[in-house]
Every structure is written in structure tokens, then in C-alpha cells.
């Protein structure tokens, strides 16, 4: 079996992920902040999966490190197969409205580290002419509301920088997915979500992701009914959506 | 991130408003302990016991959930070591295909590991294997004063009984190690007898039961007079047979009964009761999934609102064996006589009790049911149970409970002064609490 990276690997959905994939005999590099928390994962998944999962440090902010982390993965593993981008940061739109540093950790976060990691694994994709990459953007970036646009405005970015990577790694033979969850059950939103029908589990999303990848997918809301809520959102007209209260 | 937001334990009752938090690591959550301000905080599983167990009403409620790793296991021995919030059915889903089930369960498996030893729960085995606690090695535990205790029977052995079964008072788990037991099979061979009555029902559990590792009684609780204590005895021990421990590959087998979801009343309840008891037969050496036998409720996700919004309230009482049969009689005439609908009720022979200050189980017999909350009447009613599990000496169980008094729980656990002095030294400064907790007075007033 191939193996695979999943960077932000301790995150709700990424961990999720790694299950998902070492269910399916993947070997994989698990890359993250927190070191500690990787080589748990690492242990974990070896007791429940009886797969090797190999952690790596990853700064996401770090941009100048990428080039050096990639390099450290390509050495563990020469044939990556492909790579799970899971890296998000939801920060507080309140607090982003005032002080730029915050909106700023959000857009580096959920945007630029993409960007900064991202040109560097479809570079290598390219010239090799296979290989996937997948990332999870948001449902918040299909269209901005006045109660997360800073976190929406970044993963809408990410939306853009996905589409046009897939448009140019499509004759590549490098098929690029992008993930595009809704509500979600995890610690990044711990407490600010009520038992609503809308939520979901990061395990059914983590199914959903791996089998995206496997059918290789382009674009996949998890769960699918986000597509029609999303849809309907994004065809109201702007006069009437400005005075909503979204 | 937290925002106040409602919360209820399994059974919807009580109902309460508290800071939900979802630590992002255990390095984390110990660092916000050791914060002194006048935040109060108790930790929380997946939710399953019934009242204000993991309920800290305007206080912050503390996930536990995402720790859910497994440290280390040595298949030799079947010795796990796991993070607190790792569930019992992660631990099946790990275990089985390697020979190895869990020594104790209760009759879920989405409960935690954490919340397990908390409650110190017990399963159909007690007579022989006793609760959880039996069968822990040791644990760590995170202190008042940010102090990781190690604990087992010769470390910290004080520490080590007081919170198994101290229902997240005395701090917070961190990891637990425990030992499995060896299976060569996920089928369980159960033998399924009919009695007509609570002194038939007495007769089979004194004749039979040490041959079976799994004892229990389904009971009707609305038959009287002379069918009281009408029962389903169901037992049976794991199967030598190498079957199967593949947990993708399913034996067609007769699901002994799928449970119907209806609205529980007094009418169809009987009429489910009726049902149930005509439709099982005197069967022996039947092949069971342990699915089925151990865990009926579990194929119903969220069975719990079948209840209806009000909720409702779990009443399991403990009779010491001298006084079992009176005290049971009181409580199904009680029961029978108010029509007081309850649509699984428990019937289970407890072997000895362990050195736990707060745990549940002592020798003799439980019975456990669910009562439909919403009205005084029903609170009225479940009041007069307490009082007849005090009349005869026994005792109800935390885990099942809401709305118990402390003077009643005082009473009940004659160990609870021990329990205090333990807890207060762990805990100087009243960082832990909970709804129940100051409920029945186990925390917070000095006595």
C-alpha cells in the first residue's frame, strides 16, 4: 500500500481521516503542530489498526520550513501518493473585526500556509504526473455572512486556489479535491454548536473524504444535503442577503 | 471556546445550564485547572448516566471524549492501557478480533472507560467477576492541586478506592489500565428461563447462577398478585467454540427480540410485556451475538427520547440478601399498583461488594427500571422507592439517579465521611463539583 500524508493530522476531521485511511492498510505520515499529540495518534493507530503511521513536525506559519519539511517526507517515503490538507483555524470574528493580528492568523492559517505547502507537493505531482491532493475548505467560503467572514473570506480562497490547481494538474493526471464540510462536531467548534439535525460527526465526514478521494472527486460537500442549503444561499439576491442576519 | 448551552444526562431529567468544554489536549485542560479563579469543573463522557452525574449546573462540564487514544496493549496478557475517553466499544472493536472482551460491561457500550471506573459499573457478570474496579490496574489521575497520581492497589491505594466510583470528584482520569479476559469467540451460549414469579425467579438464581458467568432477569413489573416478579431469566457464559471473532462476518441468528418504538404508556407497555414473555421459550445453549445479549438497547440509537421530552427517571435499587425479597415485593406492588409503566426492568443476583467507598453493588439482589419523568406524581413515586430501599437497608445507585437527598445518600453509603476526607485533601481548594455532587452533599458544606 501506498502511502499517504495528512498534515493538520490532529485536528478533529484530520485524525478522523488517518482512521479512515489506516482502516484501508495506508501507510502514512501524520504531520502536525503538536508532536506530542502525533506520536498518541501514531501509537494509537498502530493498536488499533496495526498501521504505520510516521509523525512529522509542521509549522503551518512557518512558510520558509515547508520546502525543508517536504523534502523530510519525500525521504521517509519516496512515492506519496497523495496528501490530506487539514489544517484550519476558525479564530473569533469579533475579536479579528478589531485587531488585525487575529484576522491575520486566520487567513495565514486557513489560507497561505495552504498556498505556501500546497505549490510546493503539486510541483513535484506535476513533473511525476501522478498523485492526489485533497483540502478541506468550508461551506463559509461559498459565500460571506457577517458572523464568520473572516474564517469564510480565507477558506474561500483556498475554494479559488483549488479550483484553479485542478484546472491546471487535470492534464497531469493530479486530481485535486476540495473538501467542503459544514457544521461539524469537533474542538475547534466545542461548544458553540447545539444538537442541531445540521451537525455532523468528523467521522462521517473522514468516510466521505476517503471515498471522495478514491472516486476522485473534484468538489464534495460533507454531507451532501450542504450542497442544496448552499445553493439556496448563494442564490439570494444580494439586496435581500445584506439584511439578513446570517 | 464555550458558551452556556443546556445539557442533560441520558434520561433528559434534569435538564441544566452549563459551560461546555472540549479541552483542545490533556496538557491543556490540566493547565486551565491549575488557573485559580472560582470556576468549578467536572468532567464528562458520552453522557449515558441517567440524572446530574456529569452536569455542573452554571459550572463548566469538561469533554472528555476527544482523549480517546489507546496507549498500549500487550496481547500476551491482554493488559490495555487506554486514555480516559476511549469507549468501550473502541475497546471491542480492538479486542474481539484479537481474543479479548471486556472483563466487566454494563448494558451499553458508548460509555467511556472514565465514566466506567467513575460509576464503577457492573454487568451480568457481578456475582462472579465483580464491577470494573476488580478488574483496573491502575490509572492517573489529575488532582485539585495539578498533580498527576498515579493509583493502583499499592499506589496512592486510598486515592485509588475513592475514586472508583467517586463519580469524577476527586479529579480527572487521564488513562486507565485495565486487564481483558480471553475469548475464543463473540458468541455467547445463552440459556433463556421462564419463571412465573419473584420466588421462582429467587429459586433459579440460587440453584444456577454460579454456572453462569452472565445472569439477569427480564422482569415485568405490572404483573401482581401471583405473577409477581414474572421474569425471563437470561444467562449464559462466552462460547468455547473457536466460532468466530471476526466482527465483519455475521451468523445469521435469531435476535432474541427488537425492541419496538412506540409511545410508552401503561397499555403498551403491558402489552409489550406480554408479548415479550409469551414470545421467549425455555431455550438452552442458544448462540447469541454479544451485540444482542449485551447491548439490546444499543441498536436503538438514542432510545432515551422514546421517552418523550420530559424524559425519565432510572430507579436501581441494592437489597442486602436478607431482605431482598420483602424489599422487592414492596417495590413491585409499589410499582404495579401506581401502573407506573416501566419497559426494561432488571433483575440481577450482586456477588460481594469491593473496598470502593461510593460503589454501588453489595451482595444481594438489584433491580433497575426506567420510569417516564414529567409529572409530581412520578417524582412522588420514585421518592417512595428511595424509602423503601432505606426501609430494608439498601441502597440506589448515582449513576441512575436524579433527584435523590443528601440525607438519604448518607444514609445509604455508610463510607461517605471517608469518601470526604479523601476528597477534600485531593481537592483543597473545590475545583470539582457537580450537580450531583451538591445535590447529595458528597462535596461543598462540612459535616
Known amino acids: ?246 | 471556546m464555550s458558551k452556556i448551552r443546556k445539557l442533560s444526562g441520558w434520561g433528559n431529567y434534569p435538564i441544566q445550564n452549563v459551560k461546555l468544554q472540549q479541552p483542545a489536549s490533556q496538557k491543556a485542560m490540566l493547565e486551565k485547572l491549575s488557573i485559580s479563579n472560582a470556576e468549578t469543573y467536572i468532567s464528562r463522557g458520552l453522557g449515558r448516566s441517567y440524572g446530574d452525574t456529569a452536569l455542573n449546573e452554571n459550572g463548566n462540564v469538561l469533554l472528555q471524549t476527544g482523549f480517546n487514544h489507546f496507549l498500549e496493549f500487550n496481547q500476551a496478557d491482554g493488559v490495555l492501557t487506554v486514555e480516559a475517553g476511549v469507549s468501550l466499544k473502541e475497546i471491542l472493536d480492538v479486542s474481539i478480533p484479537r481474543g479479548f472482551f471486556l472483563p466487566v460491561t454494563p448494558g451499553t457500550k458508548f460509555i467511556t472507560i472514565g465514566g466506567a471506573l467513575a460509576n464503577d459499573v457492573h454487568g451480568k457478570n457481578h456475582h462472579v467477576d465483580g464491577t470494573i474496579a476488580e478488574h483496573v490496574l491502575s490509572f492517573q489521575l489529575a488532582t485539585g492541586t495539578g498533580e498527576v497520581l498515579q493509583c493502583s492497589r499499592e499506589e496512592n491505594h486510598e486515592v485509588f478506592w475513592a475514586t472508583i466510583g467517586g463519580i469524577g470528584l476527586t479529579g480527572i482520569l487521564l488513562n486507565v489500565t485495565l486487564r481483558l479476559i480471553p475469548i475464543t469467540s463473540r458468541y455467547i451460549e445463552a440459556d433463556f428461563t421462564k419463571v412465573k414469579n419473584l420466588d421462582e425467579a429467587f429459586e433459579e438464581f440460587a440453584k444456577d447462577d454460579e454456572g453462569y458467568q452472565y445472569s439477569v432477569a427480564w422482569i415485568d413489573c405490572l404483573a401482581a398478585g401471583e405473577n409477581l416478579g414474572k421474569s425471563v431469566l437470561i444467562r449464559g457464559n462466552h462460547s468455547q467454540a473457536p466460532t468466530s471473532l471476526d466482527l465483519k462476518s455475521t451468523l445469521k441468528l435469531a435476535v432474541p427480540f427488537n425492541f419496538p418504538s412506540f409511545t410508552l404508556n401503561r397499555y403498551t407497555v403491558k402489552a409489550f410485556n406480554e408479548v415479550y414473555y409469551a414470545k421467549h421459550s425455555n431455550k438452552t445453549k442458544t448462540l447469541v451475538d454479544f451485540d444482542s445479549f449485551f447491548y439490546p438497547l444499543d441498536s436503538i440509537s438514542h432510545w432515551n427520547r422514546l421517552y418523550g421530552k420530559k424524559g425519565f427517571l432510572q430507579y436501581q435499587v441494592a437489597f442486602p440478601m436478607d431482605t431482598s425479597r420483602d424489599g422487592l415485593i414492596e417495590v413491585l406492588t409499589k410499582l404495579s399498583e401506581t401502573g407506573t409503566a416501566s419497559f426494561l426492568a432488571v433483575l440481577k443476583k450482586f456477588g460481594k461488594q469491593n473496598d470502593a467507598l461510593l460503589s454501588f453493588p453489595f451482595e444481594g439482589y438489584t433491580l433497575a427500571l426506567d420510569i417516564p419523568a414529567g409529572n409530581a406524581r412520578v417524582l412522588q413515586t420514585v421518592k417512595e422507592l428511595e424509602q423503601i430501599a432505606l426501609k430494608y437497608g439498601g441502597r440506589i445507585y448515582t449513576a441512575k439517579d436524579a433527584i435523590a437527598d443528601a440525607e438519604t445518600f448518607a444514609t445509604m453509603y455508610p463510607r461517605l465521611n471517608e469518601f470526604k476526607a479523601i476528597q477534600r485533601n485531593l481537592d483543597p481548594n473545590g475545583i470539582f463539583s457537580s450537580s450531583m455532587g451538591r445535590r447529595l452533599g458528597i462535596i461543598g458544606g462540612h459535616s
Open chain 1, 1 to 246: 500500500m501506498k502511502t499517504i500524508l495528512v498534515i493538520g493530522a490532529t485536528s478533529g476531521i484530520g485524525e478522523k481521516v488517518v482512521h479512515e485511511l489506516a482502516e484501508k492498510n495506508h501507510h502514512l505520515l501524520i504531520a502536525g503542530r503538536d508532536m506530542d499529540k502525533l506520536h498518541r495518534i501514531a501509537k494509537d493507530v498502530d493498536i488499533r489498526f496495526q498501521v504505520k503511521a510516521t509523525p512529522i513536525s509542521f509549522e503551518a506559519l512557518a512558510f520558509d520550513t515547508h520546502e525543508e519539511f517536504w523534502k523530510t517526507c519525500a525521504s521517509i517515503a519516496p512515492d506519496i501518493q497523495g496528501v490530506v490538507f487539514c489544517v484550519g483555524y476558525l479564530g473569533d470574528q469579533t475579536v479579528a473585526q478589531d485587531d488585525f493580528a487575529e484576522a491575520s492568523n486566520i487567513i495565514d492559517t486557513n489560507y497561505k500556509s495552504a498556498v505556501s505547502i500546497l505549490n510546493i507537493i503539486a510541483n513535484e505531482f506535476e513533473q511525476r504526473k501522478h498523485g492526489f491532493i485533497c483540502a478541506i475548505s468550508s461551506v463559509a467560503g461559498d459565500r460571506g455572512r457577517q458572523s464568520n467572514y473572516m474564517y469564510g473570506s480565507s477558506k474561500g480562497a483556498l475554494t479559488i486556489y483549488l479550483q484553479g490547481l485542478r484546472n491546471r494538474l487535470a492534464s497531469s493526471n493530479v486530481n485535486v479535491l476540495t473538501v467542503k464540510p459544514g457544521f461539524v462536531n469537533t474542538k475547534m467548534t466545542a461548544g458553540l454548536l447545539d444538537d442541531s439535525p445540521l451537525v455532523s460527526e468528523p467521522e462521517q465526514i473522514a468516510k466521505i473524504i476517503v471515498k471522495g478521494i478514491k472516486r476522485k472527486r473534484n468538489v464534495i460537500y460533507t454531507p451532501l444535503f450542504w450542497c442544496a442549503i448552499m445553493l439556496i444561499i448563494k442564490l439570494i439576491p444580494e439586496p435581500i442577503f445584506k439584511k439578513m442576519k446570517l
